[in-house]
């Protein structure tokens, strides 16, 4: 029956079993198609979330890492390019390569870690994770792209501060609140209210609010509560109330810093005491000494702030020491020698003050080569200028000194010409302004 068939229907036939086999053909290669983009997709996720960012934080803790980790987020960022010019509309691609350009833009200028000190590399990958992560937060990944968006905006927004674009930071940093705000709402899990509470933070810094400080402050002490030996808690704990005692240590504000100083020095005391060889930790605990030193300097209890400064510069040199590419590390380094020159001008000890303020202004001139339009370095040798100035000055050496405040007064003047001079910083500027009407 079968064989009659088909030579009475030889025609119809071939041409049936040519659209069968086109047909098969055509399941097989969508098949193979499918499997190969789900390859691709896997190849891709590995890429942008594993692979080099598991190498990068593997060799970060390293001495002296900052080199390799420098070619690693080269590498990372020619990548991550040529991927996300092919994204295709696959909505979850894009959260992949967002969060991958997200923590690229962490490795090249998020200031809160260790960094490569490139803040404006830094937000370009914000910005390309921002694009990425908007065009799909309304799609089936809106959780997780909320939560990394709100992450984008929040690191966008810190770097923003750092580089001096505050009204930028201001919506950066209320987007982010806003879409945390949100997530609570819809799903209160503790990991978005810990998200939200660095975003108060943050708000807090870009509109020097109190209260946002204290509302971070109650979210993450109520997760500590629930999870006491949870380390990156307790470093939030800490973190949260030398943000709150930052303001505080004005004279103005009386004794209402010293709780606060108190608990983030016992938390970091003990993380120290935990993981001695802890960078972070280490790092972290400098930070209280320098906040302790900035209480009683304002007070004018010299002895006691000098100690303190003094203890957190040895930290940060010893870490520099391993280190001494981390751009970060050094900018701290320059405000804790430019802190010690000024305690000792204080005690009026300009002979041993003016090496430090020397050394301020040598590490602020090494950053500044490197990045030579950044406000943060060009700030930091204008106001290492000025003390210099003032150091030679108290010294009787008016030519050395009228030397240091002008050209400590002509980077001031491009600051403000450029609108990035700082209103903390403006005090200064019309200082030296006044010192040099007495030059001749």
């Known amino acids: 029956m079968l064989s009659r068939f088909v030579l009475r229907h030889r025609v119809a036939v071939a041409t049936a079993a040519v659209v069968a086999g086109l047909l098969g053909g055509a399941v097989a290669m969508t098949l193979y198609q499918s499997r190969l983009a789900q390859r691709r997709f896997e190849a891709v996720r590995q890429l942008a979330s594993s692979v080099m960012f598991d190498i990068h934080d593997a060799v970060a803790p390293l001495p002296g890492s900052t080199a390799v980790r420098k070619q690693i987020v080269s590498s990372a960022l020619t990548h991550l390019d040529r991927l996300a010019r092919d994204v295709g509309g696959d909505p979850e691609l894009q959260l992949e390569l967002g969060k991958a350009y997200l923590r690229l833009g962490d490795v090249q200028g998020l200031q809160s870690q260790a960094n490569l000190g490139d803040p404006i590399g830094a937000l370009e990958s914000f910005k390309k994770a921002h694009g990425l992560l908007t065009g799909i937060r309304d799609r089936a990944t809106n959780a997780d792209a909320t939560h990394a968006l709100a992450e984008v905006s929040r690191h966008g927004a810190a770097v923003l501060m750092f580089t001096r674009q505050a009204d930028e930071a201001r919506r950066w940093a209320d987007e982010s609140v806003t ?8 799903n209160p899990a503790d990991a978005h209210r810990r998200e939200l509470a660095a975003s108060y933070s943050i708000m807090a810094d870009a509109t020097d609010s109190l209260d946002y400080r204290l509302k971070g402050l109650a979210i993450v002490e109520a997760l500590l509560v629930k999870a006491p030996d ?10 949260a109330h030398k943000n709150i005692a930052s303001p505080l240590v004005r004279v ?3 004794d209402r810093a010293i709780r606060h100083l108190r608990r983030a020095e016992e938390i970091d005391m003990a993380r120290v005491a935990a993981h001695p060889e802890s960078r972070q930790a280490n ?4 930070f209280d000494y320098s906040q302790n ?11 006691t702030a000098l100690e303190n400064f003094q203890k957190a510069l ?3 040199l010893r870490l520099a020491a391993s280190d001494p590419s981390d751009a970060r590390l050094r900018d701290r380094i320059v405000y804790l020698y430019m802190r010690v020159g000024q305690t000792l001008m204080g005690m009026n000890r300009a002979i041993d003050a003016l090496p430090a303020f020397e050394q301020a202004r040598r590490v602020s001139e090494a950053l500044l080569a490197v990045e030579p339009r950044h406000p943060q370095y060009r700030s930091n040798v204008a106001g290492s200028q000025h003390s210099v100035g003032d150091a030679e000055s108290a010294l009787s050496r008016r030519t050395a000194a009228c030397a240091a405040w002008r050209e400590g007064f002509r980077i001031y003047s491009g600051l403000e010409q450029e609108g990035k001079l700082r209103e903390t910083e403006r005090d200064d500027f019309e200082e030296l302004r006044i010192r040099l009407t007495s030059c001749s």
């Open 283 to 286: 790092l972290d605990l400098s």
């Open 293 to 303: 030193g900035m209480f009683y300097f304002n007070r004018r209890l010299f002895d």
């Open 252 to 254: 103005s504000e009386g």
């Open 230 to 239: 949870d380390e990156n808690l307790q470093r939030d704990v800490a973190l």
């Open 179 to 186: 879409l945390l705000e949100g997530l609570v709402t819809r």
């Open 314 to 316: 040895a930290i940060r």
